[in-house]
């Protein structure tokens, strides 16, 4: 199923029969989580093994009549067709998940990095999950969701109540296969090929696709402490995250393992099913009463030994925090759910139809000096005087001395910074109205002077792009030219494609 008025080509004889073009698999590849971007490729590529799709991208690079581009598409979590390739090739990453001894994922220690996971760029966080707790051990940074795959998160940054202490997943790589622009399969770390290694992470799939990381492994904790503490107050909320993010030693002990913090709006019922029951009727007072409410979270492991000391840990932890007495709330779950907590919802909103819906997502960064102001221009200002469901808004800090600014991920200059997430559902009708407010934050923060940066980033102008990218443009461009000159890979971005 070809466009009309484009040229076509034909596949090369050693991959030929890798080639699907029948309207199940086409319609598939034409979409994403988004459910706003459709643009349809020409074929979809299901390689067998990472030579595949090597051969594949060296095909399109050899061949100089018809230009052809590819994107890699790991589950299309992407929200504005970012691993689509309209007219042409979009490689199902899954037709790779079993091929290394039908696992795709093996752990192995070396004295210099000591635990590791070798994953394939296609496997998935939960598969990752699983397959080193049956050694005792886990990645230490995650993703909110665990059903996105290696190579998509690496390629923006992977981020989540974590991040503060471990860095982004970006920053737990030892090691990468990359297969470039150019079809070559390389191997790259900070001392092998660095070059490839800092452009590829958080490089948004532009120079190269990943089919191995190395991601760095500690031994694995067995249960959680979850807390959520309620404030009405956003400098005391954001003070007292600020606090607690200064304690982030990797090792240190007397320190959160994860901290969030999220909205309770009052836009209608808000989503309260993390309390006790008993407990629901006050919350909903509450927001009702101060129409947002502030709700830090916040998490501790423990295992067998450090059980009993657990407790002790929490309260000094909490000692001199601001929230409302009476408004601390503690859940006492397993590591697995804990991590896997956001594929428990998954289920629920399925079963009611509510998955795979419009996703009109807003993620920023947004520098702690004008996270005040972002509060009172976007939150109480644009949220609550207009009739738009906000849906769920997620707003933590971070530390940026635990990211790389060799890597090509883009955040704002300060020490410490905000993630904002605007993970908001529509109607299939209704989209382009948050999608107007969207628009509208962001004149917000140009007009006041509030420097954001988008995470999980989508531009309609390559001006816009390089205004995202900064001072960095230049690299990320020359970076371009050395691993993907002929600009094949990753077009759904809209970075050197139109
Ligand atoms: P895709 O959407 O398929 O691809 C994303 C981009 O990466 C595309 O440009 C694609 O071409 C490229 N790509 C894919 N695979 C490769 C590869 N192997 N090599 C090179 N390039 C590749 N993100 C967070 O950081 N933290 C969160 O907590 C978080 N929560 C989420 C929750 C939900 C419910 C959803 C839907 C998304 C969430 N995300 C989160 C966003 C997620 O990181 C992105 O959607 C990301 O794109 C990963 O999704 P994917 O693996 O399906 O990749």
Redesign the pocket.
Known sequence: MSQPGITTWLPPNDIADRFRNDGETIKLAST??GHIVQEIPAKVFHPTSINDTASLIKFAYNNSSVPITI????????VRG??MARNGVVVN?TSLENRINGSGISVSTSPSLGYYADAG??QLWIDVLHATLEHGLAPVSW???LY??V???L??????GQTFRFGPQISNVHELDVITGKGDLVTCSTKENSELYYAVLGG??QF????RARIALEPAPKRVKWLRMLYNDFSAFSRDQEHLISTNGRKQSNAFDYLEGLLLLDQGPPEVSFFPVPDHSRIISLVTKHSIIYCLEAAIYYDDHTQNKVDEELQVLLKGLSFLPGFVFEKNVSYVDFLNR?GSEEQILRSKGLWDIPHPWLNLFVPKSRILDFDSGVFKDIFLKQNIPSGLVIVYPMNRDKWDDNMSVIIPEEDVFYVVSLLRSSGFNNWEAFDRQNGEILQFCDNVGIKVKMY?PHYETQESWINHFGSKWVSFRERKAQFDPKMIL?P??RIFNK
């Open positions: 994403d989580y994107a890699a598409r790991g589950r299309g979590h992407s970012q691993a990453m760029g296609e993703t909110d969701y996105l795959t190579g998509g998160t390629s923006n940054a992977g981020i989540s948004l799939g190269g696709i990943i089919t956001v999980l990753a759904g971005q």
